[in-house]
């Protein structure tokens, strides 16, 4: 009963968190204007939830310390992310635009092949947007740098690829089937499981819970382990 309490307790923390994070992610956008906010907020988002996961001594955070860490990643980066992330957006609307055109244009078989294709573009690319945040989150490099490191990711991290496109299209359906639930948590929720994917499965040097939480993982092993024994 006792280890149920304090896994319900840290639930709640985790929820709340990501509640916090949704609040601090509307309200800065706006204070950009939109246009100047949005991405710097989702730069923020990123950095708050990779330092909540490698503090891992102290994951008991309060509403202050969530906000004051995601505010303070916004402040400071207005300007970078904003040239990060307006090339990657036009890219992907042209994707998507090209993706629409195809499947409400008669073109026969050949149209078939094209949409096909341009949906894998689509499905990659995304994933590859999702994983360059978390990279820029977590390394101080240039652009081109954390673009060339994310698409190999995509490649090389295949499990944690599928993992984050399992995980996100859980998400969505969540959204589409209860549409409170994406007004209450908005980006905040698939951030968070794709820093999460990461952190599982992306081997990331500095955001890896191999590294982070050795001991607990090793706990967890063992007691699989000997879970199959018996």
């Not at 499947?103 to 573009?121: A, E, R, T, Y």
């Not at 890896?208 to 699989?224: A, C, F, I, M």
Request: with cysteine.
């Amino acid at each position: 009963m006792g280890r149920f309490a304090i896994w319900y307790e840290h639930m709640c923390r985790i929820i709340m968190n990501v509640f916090v994070v949704h609040i601090a992610f509307l309200a800065h956008t706006l204070l950009g204007v939109v246009v100047v906010g949005f991405f710097p907020s989702i730069a923020a988002t990123n950095v708050t939830y990779r330092t909540w996961l490698r503090d891992v001594k102290d994951r008991e955070w309060r509403v202050r310390q969530t906000w004051t860490v995601f505010h303070r990643a916004w402040k400071s980066d207005l300007l970078k992310a904003n040239e990060f992330g307006y090339p990657q957006f036009i890219l992907w609307f042209l994707l998507m635009w090209d993706y629409y055109i195809a499947n409400n244009n008669d073109m026969g078989k050949v149209g078939i092949g094209v949409s096909g294709v341009l949906l894998l573009l689509n499905v990659l690319y995304g994933l590859f947007v999702f994983l360059s945040w978390i990279v820029r989150a977590n390394f101080n490099e240039n652009a081109w740098w954390i673009l060339r490191y994310s698409l190999s990711m995509v490649v090389a991290r295949p499990l944690c690829s599928l993992m984050l496109l399992i995980l996100t299209g859980i998400v969505m359906w969540a959204y589409f089937k209860w549409p409170g639930l994406a007004a209450a948590f908005g980006v905040a929720i698939p951030a968070f499981a794709a820093v999460m994917t990461v952190y599982s499965f992306g081997r990331l040097p500095g955001m890896d819970v191999h590294v982070l939480e050795p001991q607990g993982h090793t706990r967890r092993s063992q007691n699989k382990k000997n879970a199959h024994q018996h």
